[in-house]
């Protein structure tokens, strides 16, 4: 009777085997490649009106200045850099005149006036391209013009001969800084594509590679559609790559401005 136990047992243990299959989650999906983003730059260009420096001179028939004569520069009323002051006395040189610092010279030439100041800004107006492109319609209407600091520079001489005192020769001339240089200004923008959904995009991929996701693909047998990425084109902040506007960029012309203005006036002194 024991016998007969075994073979029972080991029958309806191998009726009762159950086999059961697990399914395998769907392959993992891939980040999609970004689209290849595109940039370009441009560039407005902007000028302003400009004028002639304004002189007026005027040497009196008197006394005759002459070649080789002597000139002692008198700088007690105004204050003038050692570099103008050198800069006076080449152009006194360029026109035969011997600059000395003695008192017995032929002639003074008093600096009377060396000003600087902040006037008005300067107004720039947009130049049209030759061959206009896409944005440049857009651009314009945002920035049709731009304003730039201006200073406005002011020089006046007095030549005195030293023996009698009578006044020989008086100057003077004026100048702003946009007239000085008279240098366009440039400024340059970017358009560039960007990606506005990139988050959306990466989100989407992450949430579908769960392994609950992945389960559910395999078993509904189903793939999912990973969605594009959209683009859109952005204008970047225009950035000036060419001429002085700002105080500090325009105040850096003074010297310049006043040697200018300057040699103009020494220019107008008839030496025979």
């Known amino acids: 009777m024991r016998f007969l136990v075994v073979p029972l047992f080991i029958l309806f243990s191998s009726g009762c085997t159950i086999t059961t299959t697990t399914n395998q989650p769907a392959e993992p999906l891939a980040m999609p490649l970004k ?70 010279s032929d002639y003074t030439l008093a600096i009377h006036q060396v ?69 366009s200004l440039i400024y340059s923008f970017t358009e560039e594509q960007k990606i506005t959904n990139e988050l959306e995009v990466v989100a989407f991929v992450h949430q579908q590679n769960t392994e609950q996701a992945r389960l559910a693909r395999a078993e509904a047998n189903t793939k999912v559609t990973i969605p594009k990425y959209n683009t859109m084109s952005k204008l970047s902040t225009l950035t000036k790559v060419q001429g002085p506007c700002t105080r ?10 006043q040697f200018y203005l300057s040699s103009i006036l020494i220019d107008k002194i008839k030496v025979i």
Not at 76 to 94: E, G, H, K, W
Not at 141 to 163: D, G
Not at 248 to 257: F, G, H, K
């Open 35 to 104: 689209p290849m983003l595109k940039s370009q730059t441009y560039q407005l260009e902007y000028e302003a009106q400009h004028t002639s420096p304004k002189v007026k001179s005027v040497q009196l028939p008197a006394h005759k200045v002459m070649k080789n004569q002597t000139v002692k520069i008198v700088t007690d009323r105004v204050s003038v850099t050692d570099t103008l002051l050198a800069q006076i006395s080449q152009a006194l040189n360029d026109k035969q005149l011997k600059v000395t610092t003695k008192n017995d």
């Open 115 to 183: 000003d600087l100041s902040f006037t008005d800004d300067s107004k720039y107006t947009l130049n049209q391209p030759k061959q206009p492109y896409a944005l440049y319609s857009k651009v314009a209407q945002q920035f049709p013009t731009q304003q730039c600091a201006t200073i406005l520079a002011q020089v006046s001489m007095r030549l005195t001969h030293k023996a009698s005192g009578d006044v020989v020769w008086f100057a003077k001339s004026s100048l702003d800084s946009t007239s000085f240089h008279r240098e």
């Open 248 to 257: 500090t960029e325009i105040s850096a012309l003074a010297p310049m401005m």
